[in-house]
Every structure is written in structure tokens, then in C-alpha cells.
């Protein structure tokens, strides 16, 4: 099917306000696009059904599930001369100067426990409120996979939760068969015509943190772990460190290894669960979908096969849309050698590039 064709469909679905995804997996030309054709509201606890998942950072909140009521392909995509959109930032510096002295102070009190060590790494993040005008989430999701082809780009809605937008350079878990992989992805600087970069210790120490805290959970569970050597990836026009893990699973459940991976030390931090309750008792705010996690549910690895396959992705490098709004999701990893400003700052960079693809 053509993309004409596939966007008429999804207008017309869409219209009707029923439930869509459309997305393009890393490295990938096809479109996918799979359709609800009721506005249920559907959960999923056992990660046991087929279709597409949609989870939140809190999971006790429930992870949405679509269901391939339909399903379509496109291999070809084009960007649309008309792709545009615009935004008035209204924070003025007051505003940002007071988001900007709530992070830091945030940042000072996670400080603190790292420093009494009762946390190795805690994640902050926050949101932005940007107002909009002419933008089409189907042409930009067009235009996001044309400039970013190593990540997975996507369009999801439900009428009674809303539209998130996003192109995530991280893999949460891919399942083939009984093979397995995952990714330890950490640290942040920006892009400057290579790859070849020296690194902060911060950051080299936050990637092993989040590294080795997947491998001692994979390990009483899958067989055959191999970890890669730690190296700089491009995402955008941003860097990270990256390890690639790969091992063989037998007689565990899907469930059982997302209890291990969801939410990363990437996302959350470390220990696991008294990050995520400094996070939800100090942040201010609900994440919502942002750093959870989204993809496919047991489903065949095309629409010809009958192998199935899992794909979920970290909600990362996000956007939550409404009729006139933009509201922006980013964060950064906090560690004992980190410096308060430079957390802020990178958020601030983080939002730039986001901002520039809008």
C-alpha cells in the first residue's frame, strides 16, 4: 500500500476516533500500521496477548494494549512539501527561570542520598508546556523517520487517553524465537561531526551502573550471555554510550523479564525500586507514557510469516499532543559526580533538539 493511501486510512480511522499506531522499527523502510476498530480501552497484565503495547513509567497503572484488528504495510516513505509546524514559547524568563531552580534544587536533594549512598543513580526529568499551531502528527511522524533512521519512530492514539509522538533511540527488548536482546544506553553530549569523543567520567560511570544492573538481572534468567564493549552511538544529534546484550531464554515468561528491565537504571535508576519512589514522591508531575515502554506484543515479524515477535522500545525522545499544545519530556541521570547546572543544562539541550524537528 502506498503512504497516500495508508495516511487516507488513518485520517479516515481517525476521524472516526478510533484507536491507531503508526510506526517505522530502527533501521527499517517499512511502515506498519496496525487499527482498532472499537475505542475499548484495553490492559494487558501477562504480556501474554498479541498486538501493540503502549506502557507507562508506573506499570501499576496499567500498560494499554491495541489490538491488530487491522494491519498494513507501507515500504516506501515520503515527506510531504507541506510538513511544517510552529510554536510560540511562552515561558518567559521568569517561568523558566523558576523550572530552573526547581530542577537544581531536586537535582541537590538526590545529592544527598547518593551521597549517604542510599541511591546509586536517580533519573530526573520534566516537561514542557509549548503551544502549537499547523502541525499534522501523521506528516511529521513522516518527516522524524526520514531524519532519524536508527530510531523508532511512531504515531499512537487512543480517544481516551490522546496522541504521543515520538522517535526512541533505545531497545527495551527484542524477542525472536528463543534469541534475546537488549541495550544499556547512557550519558549524553552533543553530536559534533564524529563519533570519536572523549568521555566524563559521570557518564562512563553511569553507563556501567545501568549495564551492569541489566546483566546481574538477565542472569538468573536467560543462558549464553554475551555483553558487548561499551561504544559511542549517534541518536539524532545527540551521543550516548552503548553496550549491546544478547543471551538465549528458556521456560521464562515475557512478564518475568520485564519485572527485571522496566524501568531501566537508564530511565529510573538505582536501587530500582527506591528510585522510582523518589522519582513519583519528588518529581511533581505525572510522566505519563514518557520512559515507559511501547511495540509490538507477539506479532508476526511481517504480515506473510507466522514467526512472531516481540519489539518494545523506551519511550524516550517524546511529545504528548493536544489540540493546541505540545508538552515536551526529558531528563537526565543523576550520580554522585554530577554537577547541578550541567543536569540542567542538559535537559535544556535535550528540548532543543526536540524542538527543532517540530
Same mark, same amino acid.
Given at each position: ?9 488513518? +485520517? ?8 491507531? @499506531? ?14 482498532? %476498530?472499537?475505542? /475499548?480501552?484495553?490492559?494487558?497484565? #501477562? ?25 498494513? $504495510? ?16 511562552? %515561558? ?5 527561570? $523558576?523550572?530552573?531552580?526547581?530542577? !537544581? ?10 551521597? #549517604?549512598?542510599?541511591? =546509586?543513580?536517580?533519573?530526573? #526529568? ?19 523517520? @526520514?531524519?532519524?533512521? $536508527? ?7 487512543? *480517544? ?15 524477542? #525472536? ?26 557518564? !562512563? =560511570?553511569?553507563?556501567?551502573?545501568? &549495564? ?17 564493549? @561499551? ?16 543471551? +538465549? ?6 512478564? =518475568? ?7 531501566? *537504571? ?21 510522566? /505519563?507514557?514518557? &520512559? ?21 522500545? @523506551?519511550?524516550?525522545?517524546?511529545? =504528548? ?18 554537577? *547541578?547546572?550541567? /543536569? ?6 535535550? &528540548? ?5 524537528? !517540530?
Amino acid at each position: 500500500m502506498r503512504q497516500a493511501l495508508l495516511f487516507e486510512n488513518i +485520517r479516515a480511522h481517525w476521524k472516526k476516533e478510533l484507536p491507531f @499506531v503508526i510506526y517505522r522499527k530502527p533501521n527499517s523502510k517499512v511502515i506498519d500500521v496496525i487499527l482498532q %476498530n472499537n475505542s /475499548e480501552l484495553c490492559y494487558t497484565e #501477562s504480556f501474554k496477548e498479541s498486538g501493540f503495547v503502549f506502557a507507562p513509567f508506573d506499570t501499576s497503572k496499567g500498560a494499554v494494549l491495541l489490538h491488530a484488528d487491522q494491519r498494513f $504495510t507501507c515500504d516506501q516513505i515520503d515527506v510531504p512539501s507541506t510538513v511544517s509546524g510552529s510554536f510560540e514559547n511562552q %515561558n518567559d524568563k521568569e517561568l523558566i527561570d $523558576t523550572v530552573k531552580k526547581y530542577h !537544581i534544587s531536586l537535582v541537590n536533594k538526590s545529592l544527598k542520598l547518593l551521597e #549517604s549512598e542510599e541511591l =546509586q543513580k536517580v533519573v530526573l #526529568s520534566r516537561k514542557e508546556s509549548i503551544n502549537i499551531t499547523a502541525i499534522d502528527p501523521l506528516e511529521k511522524f513522516a518527516s522524524l523517520s @526520514v531524519q532519524y533512521p $536508527t530510531a523508532m519512530v511512531y504515531c499512537w492514539y487512543h *480517544p481516551k487517553i490522546g496522541m504521543w509522538i515520538g522517535a526512541t533511540p533505545e531497545t527495551l527488548l527484542h524477542i #525472536s524465537k528463543d534469541s534475546l536482546y537488549t541495550m544499556a544506553l547512557a550519558g549524553t553530549q552533543s553530536y559534533v561531526d564524529t563519533v570519536d569523543v572523549v568521555w566524563g567520567e559521570k557518564e !562512563i =560511570q553511569e553507563q556501567q551502573l545501568v &549495564t551492569d544492573a541489566i546483566v546481574d538481572g538477565l542472569t538468573a534468567l536467560v543462558k549464553d550471555l554475551v555483553v558487548s564493549e @561499551v561504544y559511542s552511538y549517534k541518536a539524532g544529534d545527540l551521543l550516548h554510550l552503548r553496550t549491546d546484550v544478547r543471551a +538465549r531464554m528458556f521456560e521464562v515468561s515475557l512478564k =518475568q523479564l520485564l519485572d527485571v528491565l522496566h524501568p531501566t *537504571p537508564a530511565v529510573c535508576g538505582l536501587p530500582k525500586e527506591k528510585a522510582k519512589k523518589f522519582i513519583l514522591d519528588n518529581e511533581g508531575y505525572d510522566r /505519563e507514557f514518557y &520512559t515507559g515502554f511501547l511495540g509490538e506484543l507477539h506479532l508476526p515479524n511481517n504480515t506473510l510469516e507466522k514467526s512472531k515477535e516481540t519489539n518494545l522500545f @523506551v519511550n524516550l525522545r517524546c511529545m =504528548q499532543l493536544t489540540s493546541n499544545e505540545l508538552l515536551l519530556y526529558v531528563g537526565g541521570g543523576v550520580t554522585k559526580a554530577s554537577v *547541578p547546572d550541567k /543536569e540542567w543544562e542538559e535537559t535544556v539541550k535535550k &528540548t532543543n533538539t526536540m524542538k527543532s524537528v !517540530i
